[in-house]
């Protein structure tokens, strides 16, 4: 795969929003050793310590900080740089927030995704756009059945509703503005990308289980588990990532026809339930205990979550590489390492994951 992309990235101007977020960052530390242009649109860090600061973002990127609501600022910064390529990943990302800032969750997520369409909609040169939503877009049945492109969109929750609205979005620009069929007139071609719950290091998070995990480990503490039954598509970071990536190259060499939504996430003997993978990761730190307590008022959260991924597998070439047990074994040794060199730690991953990766 290393080769591929760098022949798709290298020099390229690469504009990717949420590029100082846990994926943001880790995409950034794989487009600089890909060799392309970055320019980035995003908060400041959120926390400390933060991914972003400890890979030296500002020394790899173009870097600005906004917020993605503010259009007048995207489009100038957008249409100054002219890039290749947009990324969009800025988001809110959190459930559990979402229930306590709903506008400023639907704010975020629809109308900054409608503003980044806008913005490359009025772009003078040949464009390759992914919008970046979340595998819980799918009006959730609680079935043991995985989720294809074509499923119905939906959401319980405020962050699941505004990101399947983003989708509806992107949708919609695709069949007004950017037609596959008419590609040679308007020379943008717009994708969307659907991924399961990333794990991977330098995520930082509150309410997200390797995150609190690794808090209670660190400190010797008990680990409380909410919900030890919930079924989700646990992956790497670095699979859907570079899956995006992977998108990306190919829409730029045949836009009509990778225009269009995939899933990307684990195969199927990784889709755990969260007791599975706590019980994996004490295992594989080789200490720590954890107790379960769920919370009877918790706001709802899905409970149980799988993908199809044949379409990826089967159109991008694309699969996963690393199974669950590789993927906390990667994890959990770069939350152990990081303080040492997190950028060294950081890029020898990335290295093996490309060298092991065939396309």
């Not at 320019?39 to 310590?49: H, I, S, T, V, W």
């Not at 059945?145 to 399947?164: H, I, N, R, T, V």
């Amino acid at each position: 795969m290393i080769d591929k992309l760098k022949q798709n990235y290298s020099g390229k101007r690469v504009f990717l929003t949420g590029h100082t977020g846990f994926k943001g960052s880790w995409m950034l530390a794989v487009l600089k050793d890909l060799g392309a242009e970055v320019k980035g649109y995003a908060l400041d860090p959120e926390g400390k310590p933060d991914l972003y600061t400890l890979l030296s973002g500002d020394k790899i990127c173009n870097s600005v900080i906004a917020d993605i609501r503010n259009k007048d600022k995207l489009v100038k910064e957008l249409h100054t740089f002219q890039p290749d390529f947009v990324f969009h990943l800025a988001a809110q990302s959190l459930v559990r927030v979402s229930y306590d800032k709903p506008i400023e969750t639907f704010e975020t997520n629809v109308l900054g995704t409608t503003y980044v369409l806008e913005a490359v909609r009025h772009l003078e040169r040949q464009c390759s756009v992914v919008i970046v939503t979340t595998d819980k877009v799918y009006e959730n049945r609680e079935t043991w059945d995985a989720y294809k492109e074509d499923d119905p969109l939906g959401g319980f929750d405020p962050y699941s509703s505004s990101k399947a609205a983003a989708e509806i979005v992107t949708a919609s620009y695709r069949k007004s503005f950017f037609m596959p069929d008419r590609f040679s007139y308007h020379r943008t071609s717009v994708a969307s990308a659907r991924a399961g719950n990333v794990i991977g290091g330098g995520d930082w998070a509150k309410d997200r289980i390797v995150p609190d995990l690794v808090r209670a480990l660190s400190k010797d503490e008990v680990l409380t588990v909410r919900n030890p039954e919930s079924v989700r598509p646990w992956q790497h970071v670095l699979e859907p990532v570079c899956g995006y990536l992977l998108l990306g190259a190919k829409m730029q060499e045949e836009p009509e026809k990778f225009a269009t939504a995939y899933n990307f996430g684990p195969m199927e003997a990784d889709n755990l339930k969260v007791r599975e993978l706590v019980e994996k990761s004490l295992q594989i730190w080789g200490s720590g205990s954890y107790k379960e307590l769920p919370d009877i008022q918790a706001p709802h959260e899905a409970g149980l979550l799988r993908l199809d991924i044949n379409k990826a597998m089967k159109e991008l070439g694309w699969k996963p590489k690393w199974n669950s047990e590789k993927a906390l074994k990667m994890t959990l040794d770069w939350y152990k390492d990081y303080k040492a060199d997190a950028i060294g730690i950081t890029d020898r991953q990335i290295n093996e994951y490309l060298k092991e990766t065939k396309i």
